[in-house]
Each structure stands twice: as structure tokens, then as C-alpha cells.
């Protein structure tokens, strides 16, 4: 059965650095892609990264210069990490699996991140 | 980068046909796929290429299209249908997402 669930702080004040996780189960990270979408509150999806199987990453260009994707395949595990927020990146942030024409075909619970002091 | 666009609301009655459009700012060939998403719930695959029942899925879901145009229908629509719809190209980076149609029922 595949899985995929964010952990990480609800809470985090602003020009701090988010970090997230996503641990996978019922597949290989070196099969699959794992890619992190978000969505603030009452608001569209906005598709922030991806690791590929193969260990290459890419990057929303709009987000670019402040988020880092990294992977642990041994633990099945994928890291986002997004520098200097501000209270627009708070968001429902997902991990979800991409196939290899990137569709995103199972979806983590999400992870609700809030930046406040 | 890619703007699909969508509109944003459709009210359609219980065992009716509910029609949902999405246009892409350019070509994105078949690479278009469409999602679920209930209220306080994570996205779910529905569609994939266009045209493609995600597993699982009801065959009352279907989509057609390609190049710049995409319909997305359910018939017959039944009430655990009411949700937010979403398309995404997967043409180019960045990978985008249209900015959802509420199905609401008449």
C-alpha cells in the first residue's frame, strides 16, 4: 500500500526556515519521484519542487532561490527545507508521488504550516 | 510558464451531466490530468493523459482533449461528487495547476 506522510513544525515565525519531511512507504525512492505541492488556505495548488528517482531535483522558479529538496533513500524519506518566510507561505504543504510523466498519483495527508510570531 | 485556466464554479443537478473546461495557455500535447479534491481532504488522481481512468476511479469520471483544450465530465453526478476539481499540466517545468472548479449541486 502506498504512503507518504509530512511531518514537520505547525508553527513557524517569520524570516525562519521551514523544514519538512515526507516519509514514503509501499514504494522505492528510486523508482518514483516525490514532489511537494502546496496550497494556502482557501486558495489553488502550487507546485513547489520535485526529487527524481535518480536523485535530480527542480525547482518552482518563483520559489527557487529560498527551497532545497533532499532525500534519505535508506530511511524512505524526502526533505524540504524553504528559507525566509513570510506569512504568505502559510500553507497546507503536501508530498506526493510522481509517476514518470509526472502525475502525481497518491497524495500525503499534508502538513498545515503557519508563519506567525 | 504554462496558465491553465478554469472556471471557477458549476452547479449541476443530482444525475445530471457536470461538464468542467480547462484551457492551457499552449500546447501541452496530452500531458493534462485532473484531481479531487473534498473539502479538508488531500487532492486525488482522477484522470491522467487526458483521457485515462486512474485506478479505482468510477467510470462515471472521464476526460477527453489535447493540445490547448480539455473537458473533464461526471455523468451521472452523484452528491459525494461535490468537491474542487483541478487540472495539471505535466508539459513543461514549472509543473502548474489550473485554479479549480467547486462542483455545487443545484
Known amino acids: 500500500q502506498v504512503q507518504l506522510k509530512e511531518s514537520g513544525p505547525g508553527l513557524v515565525q517569520p524570516s525562519q526556515t521551514l523544514s519538512l519531511t515526507c516519509t514514503v512507504s509501499g514504494f522505492s525512492l528510486m523508482d518514483y519521484s516525490v514532489h511537494w505541492v502546496r496550497q494556502p488556505p482557501g486558495k489553488g495548488l502550487e507546485w513547489m519542487g520535485r526529487m527524481k528517482y535518480d536523485g535530480d531535483t527542480y525547482y518552482n522558479s518563483a520559489l527557487k532561490s529560498r527551497l532545497s529538496i533532499s532525500r534519505d533513500t535508506s530511511k524512505s524519506q524526502v526533505f524540504l527545507k524553504m528559507n525566509s518566510l513570510q506569512t504568505e507561505d502559510t500553507a497546507i504543504y503536501y508530498c506526493t508521488r510522481g509517476t514518470d510523466y509526472y502525475v502525481m498519483d497518491a497524495w500525503g495527508q499534508g502538513a498545515s504550516v503557519t508563519v506567525s510570531s | 510558464d504554462i496558465v491553465l485556466t478554469q472556471s471557477p464554479a458549476l452547479a449541476v443537478s443530482l444525475g445530471q451531466r457536470a461538464t468542467i473546461s480547462c484551457r492551457a495557455s499552449?500546447?501541452?500535447?496530452?500531458?493534462m490530468h485532473w484531481y479531487q479534491q473534498k473539502s479538508g481532504q488531500q487532492p486525488k488522481l482522477l484522470i491522467y493523459?487526458?483521457?485515462n481512468l486512474a485506478s479505482g476511479v468510477p467510470a462515471r469520471f472521464s476526460g477527453s482533449g489535447s493540445g490547448t483544450d480539455f473537458t473533464f465530465t461526471i455523468d451521472p453526478v452523484e452528491a459525494d461528487d461535490i468537491a474542487t476539481y483541478y487540472c495539471?499540466?505535466?508539459?513543461?517545468?514549472?509543473?502548474?495547476f489550473g485554479s479549480g472548479t467547486k462542483l455545487e449541486i443545484k
Open positions: 495539471q499540466q505535466s508539459r513543461n517545468d514549472p509543473l502548474t
Open positions: 499552449e500546447s501541452v500535447r496530452s500531458s
Open positions: 493523459g487526458a483521457s
